[in-house]
């Protein structure tokens, strides 16, 4: 089959290695507003042309729509009018604003919404990776809306290239990838500028910075043109999640004012129950 990947960065680029890799498609035609994405991509083998939006979808059989979620929501009603049995699907880490989009569309059958849960605090083209989606889950929500044949061609991509399948509801989905994934980037970016604007020492910083704290703060690397839309479109949830952060820092800084040692403990007792969950 034929692909056109919209947005040639991160999760683009690695849907394209990963089709090629796995021999999913026959040739792969890339779009992005970016002339150096575009070039970029041509360059790395990541795409084997690009084209403009209006003549791929004439030209291909899947549209993988790729670009941040705000984008995805624009322009998925445009393609929908555009489409006669290709398949759309989206690899966005927000879905009730996407699928609200389309909710309405007299082709919504041709979209399958989806969120591959993988990814890296890198951006562009030359952060795609090969084997990021192998063993991780996709997240298909309200299935029940597309096509048969649609969701088998996309459920069918997403097994290939090595991943596990989860069906969702829109919002059920968005909740737990706030309580998941998106509070974690606001940790990693808020202990970033707690760091920054307390410690005035940039070498000082790189001297000594051991790896807990590179790990915790590599979140804060993420591109904002990714990740603002994201809090945008999951604020609810988001605010939900935040809270509750906020709860537990809160009785954090109450157990170390009182010198409530035995708390803390305890906090960290209980915090360690992760380490049966993730192993």
Same mark, same amino acid.
């Given at each position: ?46 795409? /084997? ?10 030209? %291909?059989?899947? #549209?993988? $729509? =790729?670009?941040? +979620? ?103 989905? /968005? ?10 980037? %606001?940790?990693? #970016?808020? $202990? =970033?500028?707690? +760091? ?84």
């Amino acid at each position: 089959m034929n692909v056109a990947i919209i947005g040639l960065g991160l999760i683009g680029g690695s849907m394209a290695r990963s089709l090629k890799a796995h021999q999913l498609a026959e040739s792969i035609i890339g779009v992005d507003q970016s002339e150096t994405h575009r070039q970029r991509a041509l360059e790395l083998g990541l795409v /084997d042309a690009v084209d403009t939006l209006e003549n791929v979808i004439r030209e %291909v059989e899947v #549209i993988v $729509l =790729a670009t941040p +979620v705000d984008g995805i929501g624009r322009l998925l009603p445009d393609v929908l009018d555009r489409v006669d049995r290709q398949v759309i699907f989206d690899v966005g880490s927000t879905k009730s604003e996407i699928v609200k989009a389309c909710a309405n569309h007299p082709k919504r059958g041709r979209f399958v919404a989806c969120h591959p849960m993988a990814g890296t605090e890198f951006s562009g083209p030359d952060a795609a990776v090969l084997n990021l989606f192998e063993g991780k889950y996709c997240v298909i929500c309200d299935a029940e809306k597309s096509d048969r044949d649609a969701l088998e061609c996309v459920e069918k991509i997403f097994t290939g290239i090595g991943m596990h399948l989860l069906h969702q509801d829109a919002e059920v989905h /968005d909740m737990h990838a706030a309580y998941v994934s998106h509070v974690s980037h %606001v940790s990693s #970016i808020a $202990l =970033a500028l707690t +760091v920054l604007n307390k410690e005035k020492s940039e070498e000082e910083i790189f001297r000594l910075a051991s790896g807990g704290f590179r790990s915790t703060v590599r979140l804060a690397k993420s591109n904002p043109k990714t990740w603002v839309p994201i809090f945008r479109q999951n604020r609810a949830p988001l605010l939900d999640v935040l809270d509750e952060h906020i709860t537990v820092l809160s009785s954090f800084r109450t157990a170390l004012i009182k010198g409530d040692f035995g708390a803390i403990d305890q906090m960290m007792t209980k915090a360690n129950k992760i380490k049966s969950i993730l192993k």
